[in-house]
């Protein structure tokens, strides 16, 4: 290799789609979408779809570990990351709803 040059990527964007196809769906929808019988538009909006479902699984375990967390902050810039985590929490319900 020449100096300053970087490893090549074990996988890329595409390899790592097609993989979570298959772990959410199986091997034959990934053939399904593969050969065309299931739309592009369609499997992302299964894909996206899916992404929210687990999302809403663990939206509110990850809000109450995140505020109690801040709670315990006794600094001034408290109110800060406060209202990050309270601005993450809207934007997960948003995709867990299909709106992002």
Same mark, same amino acid.
């Given at each position: 290799?020449?100096?300053?040059?970087? +490893?090549? +990527? +074990?996988?890329?964007?595409?390899? #790592?789609? &097609?993989?979570?196809?298959?772990?959410?769906?199986?091997? *034959? #929808?990934?053939?399904?979408?593969?050969?065309?019988?299931?739309?592009?538009?369609?499997?992302?909006?299964? &894909?996206? #779809? *899916?992404?929210?479902?687990?999302?809403?699984?663990? @939206? @509110?375990? *990850? !809000? &109450?570990?995140?505020?109690?967390?801040?709670?315990? #902050?006794? !600094?001034?810039?408290?109110?800060?990351?406060?209202?990050?985590?309270?601005?993450?929490?809207?934007?997960?319900?948003?995709?867990?709803?299909?709106?992002?």
């Amino acid at each position: 290799m020449a100096k300053g040059s970087s +490893k090549p +990527k +074990k996988f890329d964007m595409v390899d #790592a789609y &097609v993989a979570e196809i298959m772990a959410r769906f199986g091997y *034959e #929808a990934y053939q399904a979408w593969n050969m065309g019988i299931i739309p592009d538009w369609r499997m992302r909006r299964l &894909v996206e #779809a *899916e992404r929210g479902r687990e999302m809403r699984l663990i @939206n @509110n375990l *990850e !809000s &109450v570990i995140t505020l109690t967390g801040i709670a315990g #902050a006794t !600094s001034k810039k408290a109110k800060e990351p406060i209202g990050r985590a309270i601005q993450q929490i809207k934007i997960n319900e948003k995709i867990t709803k299909g709106e992002a």
